[in-house]
């Protein structure tokens, strides 16, 4: 379980009873059992649904294209104001 930690002025970690881990302003320290099911999480090729999949996908082939394109459309433009 997860534990809300605030430092004080002179840098000791006091630990703080918070409702939720998202209101807690100073550490987060979590247990190797909490990383290790928050990577089993990461991990699990069910975490995502198959329409996230399909979406990381594509963003993942088209952005190089869609960088090259940018890229190239800015040489063109360059290069024909540079011309003399």
Do not use: N
Not at 19 to 39: N, R, S
Not at 42 to 52: E, G, K, Q, R, V
Request: glycine share 4%.
């Amino acid at each position: 379980m997860a534990i809300c930690a605030l430092p004080d002025s002179s840098g000791v970690l006091h630990l703080v009873d918070v409702p939720t881990l998202a209101e807690c302003t100073g550490y987060v320290l979590v247990t190797p059992d909490d990383k290790i099911a928050f990577l089993e999480r990461i991990f699990d090729p069910a975490f995502l649904s198959p329409a996230d999949y399909e979406m990381l996908f594509s963003l993942g082939l088209s952005t190089p294209v869609l960088a090259y394109l940018v890229s190239w459309a800015f040489q063109t433009v360059i290069s024909f104001i540079s011309k003399d």
